[in-house]
């Protein structure tokens, strides 16, 4: 118990910890959220690459130089279970921006 408020879980806390971020690969995103995880973050907000926020695939023609610049890539569900690959989505919030709009 800290104050008035009686924690049971991590998840339970009124506050969360989240940084925004995502870069270069799926894979890449997702050791730098485990790591975070680790040193106490209590869950996630994604940046996704500009082709991403605009439904472009990482491979057309319209997404060549901005593919993993400003944020993770994702064209197919394959990414996203990389990027989320051992990381409990149940034990926290998650938060997906799409801010190009």
Same mark, same amino acid.
């Given at each position: 118990m800290k104050g008035n408020l009686v924690v049971k879980?991590?998840?339970?806390l009124p506050? &969360? +910890?989240r940084t925004y971020a995502g870069h %270069?690969?799926?894979? /890449? !995103?997702?050791k730098l959220y485990? !790591?975070? &995880?680790d040193k106490g973050q209590t869950g996630l907000s994604v940046a996704f690459d500009l082709p991403t926020q605009t439904g472009y695939d990482s491979d057309h023609i319209l997404a060549?130089? /901005? #593919?993993g610049k400003v944020g #993770?890539? +994702? %064209?197919? &569900?394959?990414?996203m279970q990389t990027l989320f690959d051992q990381i409990p989505l149940e034990d926290m919030n998650t938060s997906m921006t799409i801010n190009a709009t």
């Amino acid at each position: 118990m800290k104050g008035n408020l009686v924690v049971k879980e991590k998840k339970d806390l009124p506050w &969360l +910890i989240r940084t925004y971020a995502g870069h %270069s690969t799926a894979k /890449e !995103s997702n050791k730098l959220y485990r !790591s975070n &995880l680790d040193k106490g973050q209590t869950g996630l907000s994604v940046a996704f690459d500009l082709p991403t926020q605009t439904g472009y695939d990482s491979d057309h023609i319209l997404a060549r130089g /901005e #593919v993993g610049k400003v944020g #993770v890539p +994702i %064209s197919h &569900l394959g990414d996203m279970q990389t990027l989320f690959d051992q990381i409990p989505l149940e034990d926290m919030n998650t938060s997906m921006t799409i801010n190009a709009t």
